[in-house]
């Protein structure tokens, strides 16, 4: 399903109003027809009080339509028009002149602001169809005072195409948003809902068909983002051959360890494990193998010689890489003087196998990344926004500013696949984008990004291409989290309860592909 910008969806919509021949008006009428359907299944009883806030412009227009099919179906909402009908136009002012023809209640905010605020507070449902996609600074008044009424209050709130005061393109809202229980986005879902405070204030996102398909962006020749969806999962996700053996699925290695860092390369191996590789190998420093040995049942292990608790360097030849797949490095690596000319080894002693590269061994192939360039097989980075701040020379508020710019551009600039961690994590190619709409904050635990990345390693170990590894880890990694959240509570979720969930979900995503 692909994302869209404000100009990008206005364009859209007027190819098809211009080549495809469906009138806005009729767009107009699909739109508030899908809110109102979503209403009536919801809320069935037809005494329901409904409050229906009303703007200038086209989202306006979609709450007349609202309004007059809920009408129609034996309800009574109390539209609210909170601009002076003059400053209507278009296809708004079409559907404002359909809902005074047909003689249907309306309320004006000449009415006072008190007796809305007392609608309000006496509704079930409140419908925000006031500012829409246009805005991209502050509200102003009177939308800004409505808003912050409809926030006070208890009822069931939708939003119309976005939350009012939610910039759709950036995700930012300057001063106030409405915080809806459920967004009806139509077409496409909008890129603001994913970045900055979007995740916060969309509440349950439902997009809804309008007519206008994901092809008429192909036919202008937009290069959009998608998101990561269950469906785009498993059509990625590997077949499993019915009489295959171990070596049939694939060999991951991950590299890693310290001495203050045990656990994470295990969560690693046996995330890789556990989402299918047929083999594992964890090769860690020799000083810890007696630590990792009592907690593995899984991965087989290869000690390598260490220095002060970490990889001295040596040991690093050809033979350790002999019928592996994919390499995983860094999971719990640690920073340490070599670090950069050890990994520089392991990435000249292989050929062209699937590379990620994770935690601090981004931080020792920051001045390596030319090399990262000129690799002849796939690399896959996976930082947090910390990691990628320090990639790129810049802040972390600079990277949660534009998650998605700094990815795409990082990408491109170096030929690289990049995880960009995170609430809504972003899957940049060197060609293409995806953001993850999915995960919440049980997976806000240390050890949790190196599951995801024994994740990635057993997919590419299993012979998918690494955009196609990428999506099903993160969607996988994700979803594991809410459902071990939904059975541990939010707060007591650990990297193991998100592994054993993996299993689940991949047993059900089989069953689907």
Same mark, same amino acid.
């Given at each position: 399903?692909?994302?869209?910008?404000?100009?990008?969806?206005?364009?859209?919509?007027?190819?098809?109003?211009?080549?495809?021949?469906?009138?806005?008006?009729?767009?107009? &009428?699909?739109? =508030?027809?899908?809110?109102a359907e979503e209403i009536i299944r919801s809320y069935p009883d037809r005494s329901a009080p409904i409050v229906i806030l009303i703007g200038s412009g086209n989202n306006g227009g979609d709450g007349f339509v609202i309004a007059r099919r809920l009408s129609d179906a034996g309800y009574t909402p109390a539209p609210w028009l909170l601009v002076d009908p003059g400053k209507l136009k278009g296809d708004a002012l079409v559907q404002y002149r359909i809902h005074t023809a047909r003689e249907l209640p309306l309320h004006s905010v000449e009415e006072g602001l008190g007796r809305?605020?007392?609608?309000?507070?006496?509704?079930?449902?409140?419908?925000?169809?006031?500012?829409?996609?246009?805005?991209?600074?502050?509200?102003?008044?009177?939308?800004?005072?409505?808003?912050?009424?409809?926030?006070?209050?208890?009822?069931?709130?939708?939003?119309?195409?976005?939350?009012?005061?939610?910039?759709?393109?950036? !995700?930012?809202?300057?001063?106030?948003?409405?915080?809806?229980?459920?967004?009806?986005?139509?077409?496409?879902p909008?890129? =603001?809902?994913?970045?900055?405070?979007?995740?916060?204030?969309?509440?349950?996102?439902?997009?809804?068909?309008?007519?206008?398909?994901?092809?008429?962006?192909?036919?202008?020749?937009?290069?959009l983002p998608e998101l990561v969806t269950e469906q785009l999962a498993v059509q990625a996700l590997p077949g499993r051959a019915e009489f295959g053996?171990?070596?049939?699925? =694939?060999?991951?290695?991950?590299? =890693?360890?310290?001495?203050?860092?045990?656990?994470?390369?295990?969560?690693?191996?046996?995330?890789?494990?556990?989402? !299918?590789?047929?083999?594992?190998?964890?090769?860690?420093?020799?000083?810890?193998?007696?630590?990792?040995?009592?907690?593995?049942?899984?991965?087989?292990?290869?000690?390598?010689?260490?220095?002060?608790g970490h990889f001295s360097g040596a040991g690093v030849e050809a033979e350790l890489f002999e019928k592996v797949n994919a390499v995983a490095i860094g999971p719990g690596l640690g920073r340490f003087d070599g670090g950069e000319a050890f990994i520089e080894e392991i990435i000249r002693q292989l050929d062209g196998q699937p590379i990620i590269i994770d935690a601090d061994g981004l931080h020792h192939v920051k001045g390596r990344l030319g090399l990262l360039a000129r690799y002849d097989g796939p690399v896959i980075l996976t930082p947090h926004p910390g990691e990628m701040a320090n990639l790129t020379d810049r802040t972390v508020a600079d990277i949660e500013a534009d998650r998605m710019g700094v990815a795409k551009d990082f990408a491109e600039k170096y030929q690289v696949n990049l995880v960009l961690k995170g609430h809504r994590t972003i899957i940049a190619t060197p060609e293409r984008l995806w953001v993850n709409p999915h995960g919440n904050d049980a997976l806000a635990k240390g050890g949790s990004g190196d599951v995801l990345t024994g994740m990635i390693a057993a997919f590419l170990a299993q012979g998918a291409e690494a955009a196609?590894?990428?999506?099903?880890?993160?969607?996988?990694?994700?979803?594991? !989290?809410?459902?071990?959240?939904?059975?541990?509570?939010?707060?007591?979720?650990?990297?193991?309860?998100?592994?054993?969930?993996?299993? !689940?979900?991949?047993?059900?995503?089989? &069953?689907?592909?």
């Open positions: 399903m692909k994302i869209v910008k404000r100009d990008e969806m206005r364009a859209i919509e007027q190819f098809a109003i211009d080549e495809v021949g469906i009138s806005g008006a009729v767009l107009m &009428e699909i739109a =508030g027809n899908q809110v809305l605020d007392a609608a309000l507070a006496s509704s079930d449902v409140i419908v925000d169809a006031m500012l829409g996609t246009g805005i991209s600074g502050a509200v102003r008044a009177p939308f800004d005072h409505v808003i912050d009424r409809v926030n006070s209050h208890a009822a069931h709130v939708y939003a119309v195409d976005l939350p009012s005061g939610l910039d759709c393109d950036t !995700g930012r809202v300057k001063n106030v948003a409405v915080r809806a229980d459920e967004t009806i986005t139509f077409a496409f909008k890129l =603001g809902f994913f970045t900055q405070d979007g995740p916060s204030v969309i509440g349950r996102l439902a997009v809804k068909d309008i007519s206008v398909p994901g092809t008429l962006a192909d036919r202008i020749g937009m290069k053996h171990k070596g049939t699925f =694939g060999h991951a290695l991950v590299i =890693g360890g310290s001495r203050p860092f045990v656990g994470a390369p295990l969560y690693s191996a046996h995330a890789a494990y556990k989402t !299918g590789a047929g083999l594992v190998t964890l090769a860690i420093p020799e000083g810890i193998y007696p630590a990792v040995a009592g907690q593995n049942q899984l991965a087989l292990l290869r000690s390598l010689p260490e220095a002060d196609e590894a990428m999506q099903i880890a993160v969607y996988l990694h994700a979803t594991a !989290g809410e459902r071990a959240a939904g059975t541990h509570s939010h707060y007591g979720v650990t990297p193991g309860d998100v592994i054993e969930a993996a299993k !689940g979900i991949l047993k059900e995503m089989e &069953e689907k592909k």
